[in-house]
């Protein structure tokens, strides 16, 4: 295998491996804020990208206008799944609130399935289906809408928790929740923020990976599960340990593939889950002493 | 003067920034009873966490019996001779009194997964004489006759007694107990300190944090005075209580002290 | 789980009410009109191993598994491909289908309930994914999407066990035991310490329990017993295919576990009936019965914590003392 067969390994891998770190991002954000793992996370991203490609094929939207509405649509989406089956739990236990999610995963699959069926469904790429070359490697262009929105959604999220007020009281609930409350926060709508916010990200990587990969009701538990592979690998709860992870897992799975066998990609993600479980499961960014049960 | 049997050296333990217990080092002599105390935020509980093997400390040494056993973790500390309670009560509350004193035989059995599952007379055997031991311990305490009971139907200060005979029931030789009296009513405090000295002449040496000074000063041996995580004085009730260090970290403190014996 | 806080003590009683209800359950064969029904209590003897051992991993040590359906698909293919291909007797396929079961929950459990949280929620949805690619794409064991087939009826003293009746019989014998097994465990020292870092993890720690090795060995248990439940599955019906055994199983079984009640021994007998009935009662929406599932685990997590068992005890101590007065 040559070199620049490798570097078109590579490049792939950038791409998957952003969308995973979106994903990721979305675990973090709500891991900082509620100490779960949410299992719905992979189903927003499916929601994301059917949600699109629903509005485009019935209300003719183009791609850059639906997005924002298909965005809109499954963080409302979070917000009422937050409303509705995690904040009535008053005190959960960790068991509980990993087990709500996981109900809410299902329910929304269901829902989805439901209204918009159980075929594939695709949206057209942003801007057009001439490849760039360069560098002896061709992309497609909506590889650089990926790479674009990946980093500036990674941009955006860094900004949102750094300056903004609602952001900082966000981070404020997580580190504290009895401090931020006696400050005036009100630390139960920072956790509904949390899965709205989650749940949007979500949405935006289904709605840039879909023109390239397809997207269908089944696709929210692989996307998922790599995606929390990439945020374990990068060190769940850390924003950037996130976007780190996601790439790694990209360029692993990529040249795993390219390199070895395809037949097993998928267990790329699952090996480096337990690789990181065994060996360090704060992951490659996150402060070693965390976890110890 | 004998070996101590439990021995703090240089121990810190910061968290974020800020340092919970700072540079403390203490012994604590076989067979006395010795009390921590402090007022709040002194440090006393991460103590007592690090002893007990649920916190790490970020520097020092902290020996049982001259073993070393900072790095040792909880559950084993149980097996070397080591038990605790619990300030706000960990008791199971679905089992009965009696269950939840076997529990406290864990480390003194031996019976795992398929002689459980198989019922081999060996366990059946151990299982009984666990039993057994649990009753001598509810006794100890005074609870024998509340065996049965489930837990959650037992009163505040039968809890408190439950934790205490849960703790006993592994035969620790270093007892250490946070806030005993805390939620006692007076009559129950002199019970609890009865119940205490009582341990302590059956052989069990004894470190407890405690706020309620009544009972501190009826029962220790020997004080160590903590405040903002170092030591302040250390030494025999009538000492500390007239060491001018300790008096001004109680400053106010006489107040609180009359409310607790309301 | 947060059950109502009843107890969950063993008592003579609770071995008295398995040998009744286990006794009751020989006249069954006697009642059910066809051979469908009968099927459909084999079924439940299948079910309730499974729900059984994964209430004793989430009722009373507390973690959840997405991937018990892949334990069950791993015992069944385990066994199934060593009959069916390579002409291994099925008791050894017994063997390695708890061998094979139990070493894998050991490697996924190790490192994951080292950490608090819920890691091993996700190890094992990814187990899953993992197990549900395997029994595709290794097609030349399994036979792929459209299953193995071929595989042989348990044989025992030359006495063929065929699907029925005999076949109860059996599954009444092996499931009867693991119940009994369970019973054994929870009135034990490590039934105790089980039931003890189910309520308190920290005071477990106190009292000496080594919590992580008490869950793994509750997990690799689980594990073993759900594989136990895939060698049941695939001698009686000669066939395995992966769709039985996938993520959505796996959820399904998670979900009838908690609507029977988690952290009581009789929870599962409950859960395996649920099993068994909704996906009959629910063939005819198809495309609903992952709503409905998902839907009743939110309305149980949220308002019966203690599920169908937990209410069902409720009401009882309520008629107690009702009746007391």
Redesign the interface.
């Known amino acids: 295998m040559d070199g620049s067969q490798i570097l078109q390994l590579v490049a792939s891998g950038l791409v998957t491996g952003s969308i995973y770190a979106l994903v990721a991002l979305g675990f973090t954000v709500i891991f900082k804020s509620t100490?779960?793992?949410n299992?719905a996370q992979g189903e927003w991203v499916m929601a994301g990208g059917m949600i699109g490609a629903f509005l485009h094929v019935n209300l003719g939207l183009a791609p850059l206008l639906l997005v924002p509405v298909a965005v809109a649509i499954v963080a409302l989406l979070g917000l009422v799944s937050e409303r509705?089956?995690i904040h009535?739990?008053k005190t959960p236990?960790?068991?509980?609130l990993?087990?709500?999610t996981?109900?809410?995963?299902?329910?929304?699959?269901?829902?989805v399935?439901?209204t918009l069926g159980k075929a594939p469904a695709g949206l057209p790429s942003f801007s057009g289906n001439d490849n760039i070359a360069f560098a002896g490697i061709t992309l497609p262009p909506q590889a650089l809408w990926v790479f674009g929105i990946t980093l500036a959604v990674m941009i955006g999220t860094h900004v949102f928790f750094q300056k903004s007020l609602l952001g900082r009281a966000m981070r404020a609930a997580a580190a504290d929740r009895e401090a931020a409350g006696l400050v005036g926060i009100n630390v139960g709508r920072m956790a509904m923020w949390s899965f709205v916010i989650a749940a949007a990200i979500g949405a935006i990587a289904g709605l840039i990976i879909t023109p390239l990969t397809l997207t269908s009701v089944n696709v929210g538990?692989?996307l998922g599960?790599k995606g929390?592979?990439a945020a374990?690998l990068g060190g769940l709860g850390n924003l950037h340990g996130a976007l780190l992870g996601g790439l790694v897992l990209g360029l692993l799975e990529s040249l795993s593939a390219g390199l070895l066998s395809s037949?097993?990609k998928?267990?790329v993600?699952?090996v480096v889950?337990?690789i990181v479980?065994?060996l360090r499961?704060a992951g490659l960014l996150g402060r070693a002493s965390t976890?110890?049960? | 003067m004998s070996a101590p049997l439990l021995e703090a050296r240089g121990v810190t333990r910061m968290f974020a920034g800020l340092a919970a217990v700072q540079d403390l080092s203490f012994a604590v002599t076989p067979g006395a009873i010795k009390a921590v105390i402090g007022p709040n935020g002194a440090g006393k509980t991460t103590l007592l966490n690090l002893l007990s093997g649920f916190i790490e400390p970020s520097a020092g040494e902290i020996r049982l019996e001259n073993r070393r056993i900072d790095a040792m973790p909880a559950h084993a500390r149980v097996r070397h001779g080591m038990a605790r309670t619990f300030q706000n009560l960990q008791v199971f509350g679905r089992m009965t009194a009696l269950e939840n004193v076997m529990v406290g035989r864990h480390v003194r059995t031996r019976a795992g997964f398929i002689a459980g599952m198989l019922r081999t007379p060996a366990s059946r055997r151990e299982s009984a004489a666990a039993r057994a031991a649990a009753v001598k311990s509810l006794a100890l305490v005074g609870l024998d006759g509340r065996a049965d009971t489930q837990a959650t139907d037992l009163s505040f200060g039968e809890l408190k007694l439950l934790e205490l005979a849960r703790a006993l029931a592994s035969e620790p030789r270093l007892l250490l107990l946070d806030e005993p009296a805390a939620g006692l009513a007076m009559a129950e405090t002199d019970r609890m300190a009865g119940v205490i000295r009582g341990i302590n002449a059956g052989g069990v040496t004894v470190v407890l944090v405690e706020h309620n000074m009544r009972l501190v000063m009826s029962i220790s041996h020997d004080i160590l005075v903590l405040n903002f995580g170092r030591r302040i004085a250390e030494g025999s009730p009538a000492i500390v209580q007239a060491e001018p260090a300790v008096i001004e970290a109680y400053l106010g403190r006489d107040d609180d002290a009359r409310a607790d014996d309301a | 789980m947060d059950s109502p806080v009843s107890s969950n003590s063993v008592s003579r009683n609770s071995y008295r009410v398995f040998a009744v209800v286990w006794a009751l359950l020989l006249l069954f064969p006697l009642a059910a009109p066809n051979n469908f029904i009968l099927n459909l209590g084999i079924s439940w003897f299948i079910s309730l191993a499974l729900a059984g051992s994964l209430n004793l991993l989430m009722g009373y040590a507390g973690q959840i598994s997405l991937s018990h359906a892949a334990f069950y698909g791993l015992g069944a293919y385990a066994s199934g491909v060593l009959s069916a291909k390579f002409g291994v007797s099925p008791w050894l396929g017994l063997c390695a289908a708890i061998v094979l079961t139990g070493v894998a929950a050991f490697l996924i459990g190790w490192p994951s309930l080292k950490l608090r949280g819920h890691y091993l929620a996700m190890a094992t949805l990814g187990f899953n994914v993992i197990m549900s690619v395997l029994f595709v794409e290794l097609r030349g064991l399994t036979g792929g999407p459209n299953g193995l087939v071929g595989v042989p009826s348990l044989s025992l003293f030359g006495y063929e066990i065929g699907a029925d009746i005999r076949f109860y019989l059996f599954a009444w014998f092996v499931v009867g035991l693991l119940m009994l097994l369970v019973l054994n465990l929870l009135d034990s020292r490590m039934g105790r310490a089980l039931r003890a870092l189910s309520t308190s993890e920290l005071a477990a720690k106190a009292n000496g329990i080594d919590v992580h090795a008490v869950k793994l060995g509750v997990f690799v248990l689980s594990a073993v017993m759900a594989g136990i439940a895939g060698f049941l599955y695939v001698h009686l019906n000669n066939f395995a295919s992966p769709e039985n055994f996938d993520f959505v199983a796996s959820v399904m079984l998670l979900v009838v576990v908690a609507l029977g009640g988690t952290g009581t021994y009789w929870g599962p007998f409950l859960g395996a009936l649920l099993h068994v009935v909704l996906p009959e009662a629910l063939r005819a929406f198809a495309d609903f019965e992952i709503l409905v599932y998902g839907v009743s685990l939110v309305l149980v997590l949220l308002f019966f914590p203690g599920g169908l068992s937990g209410a069902i005890a409720r009401l009882w101590r309520l008629v107690g003392r009702g009746a007391a007065r």
């Open positions: 100490d779960a793992i299992f509705l089956a009535p739990l236990s960790p068991m509980l990993t087990l709500i996981i109900a809410v995963a299902i329910t929304t699959r269901a829902a399935m439901l538990l692989m599960f929390f592979s374990m037949q097993f998928d267990a993600a699952f889950l337990l479980l065994f499961p976890e110890r049960a």
